[in-house]
């Protein structure tokens, strides 16, 4: 069974630019949750989703954004890239339904900001 | 929302050593579980333990739910065990933050 994907592994955009990061749950889970970790950081949580719906998002500015689309992939977008926004995002999936189970988390997209 | 604490935040031993590693959260949870952080940023799962005691290999991990705390040892160390240790909790009150991390144990088994 496939676990959690991530696209790209890698990537490099300029200041202001636009990123999308992408990722692929475990099947048969419906919730994503998205977070950050700056380089020697822990891991801060970015957004929630589940059924296709945003249920809750961190504490980060309105430039980061994404959706959850019928199959339960996601995107992750963040617009007018800043120096700081350099960082691991890392997605994890799990299955909600009747309460919250085991979360399992993709390999990581690490985003460079030059 | 809810707060986890980890200790150590540093941990240095020699091959073969045993170590414990500590998780506190500050509310009732309804999911609890401990990463392994390996050097290419992938979080491998070692425990999904909302309460209770498990074992895996040279690796089990206690949750005492009532008294809030999670404990995961580590048995007869090994270089390979090196590495920062998270625990995560997701609070029972609604799910709504996700999983709220640490800031982690770095471990360093020495040869």
């Known amino acids: 069974e496939a676990g959690v994907t991530q696209s790209p592994t890698h990537l490099i955009k300029t200041r202001g630019q636009q990123a999308t990061l992408r990722c692929s749950p475990i099947?048969?889970?419906?919730?994503v949750y998205w977070y950050q970790q700056a380089l020697g950081l822990g891991l801060q949580f970015l957004l929630w989703?589940?059924?296709?719906?945003?249920?809750n998002r961190g504490n980060f500015p309105p430039r980061f954004s994404g959706r959850q689309f019928p199959n339960y992939s996601s995107e992750l977008n963040v617009n007018a890239l800043e120096l700081e926004d350099s960082a691991l995002y890392l997605c994890?999936?799990?299955?909600f339904g009747r309460g919250p189970s085991e979360a399992f988390f993709g390999q990581g997209t690490r985003l460079t900001v030059v | 929302g809810i707060q986890v604490e980890q200790s150590p935040p540093d941990l240095i031993l020699q091959e073969g050593a045993n170590s414990t590693l500590r998780c506190n959260f500050s509310?009732?949870?309804?999911?609890l579980q401990w990463f392994h952080q390996n050097p290419w940023g992938q979080l491998i799962n070692l425990f999904y333990?909302?309460?209770g005691t498990k074992q895996n290999g040279r690796l089990s991990a206690t949750t005492v739910a009532t008294e809030r705390y999670s404990l995961l040892y580590i048995s007869s160390s090994q270089t390979t065990d090196s590495g920062v240790y998270f625990c995560?909790?997701?609070?029972?009150?609604?799910?709504?933050?996700?999983?709220?991390f640490g800031k982690g144990t770095h471990l360093i088994i020495q040869p």
């Open positions: 994890a999936s799990s299955f």
């Open positions: 099947s048969g889970h419906t919730s």
């Open positions: 989703y589940d059924e296709g719906e945003e249920r």
């Open positions: 509310d009732s949870v309804n999911n």
């Open positions: 333990i909302p309460s």
């Open positions: 995560a909790a997701l609070y029972s009150g609604g799910g709504a933050d996700g999983l709220t």
